[in-house]
Nanobody, 115 residues
Framework: QVQLVESGGGLVQPGGSLRLSCAASTSIFSIPFMGWYRQAPGKQRELVAGITSRGTTSFADSVKGRFTISRDNAKNTVYLQMNGLKPEDTAVYYC?????????WGQGTQVTVSS
């Protein structure tokens, strides 16, 4: 069982930055994949960024060049650094971990980009 707790969301103006954190209840060293998803009102949940246990990263086209994802195995935490935020980035952001054929989700953190 893996529990994930997100933090770092909030209200930010367009062009601003936020860093989301996802703290896991267990070691993430061997978790093959961890990712950040988001869900805007009336839309499906989508993968924003992912990182493998080897550090390979992937990003949705809509956030490439603006978002970065990283993992700190010593702190059992995955981060999503979001720069150049746009109103269309407004959503609830969820942390995700895939381990032993099971997908785990955090409770989500709201990100609102508005002037």
């Amino acid at each position: 069982q893996v529990q994930l707790v997100e933090s770092g969301g909030g209200l930010v103006q367009p062009g601003g930055s936020l860093r989301l954190s996802c703290a896991a209840s267990t070691s993430i060293f061997s978790i093959p994949f961890m990712g950040w998803y988001r869900q805007a009102p009336g839309k499906q949940r989508e993968l924003v960024a992912g990182i493998t246990s080897r550090g390979t990263t992937s990003f949705a086209d809509s956030v490439k060049g603006r978002f970065t994802i990283s993992r700190d195995n010593a702190k059992n935490t995955v981060y999503l650094q979001m720069n150049g935020l746009k109103p269309e980035d407004t959503a609830v952001y969820y942390c995700n971990a895939y381990l032993y054929s099971t997908t785990y989700w955090g409770q989500g953190t709201q990100v609102t980009v508005s002037s």
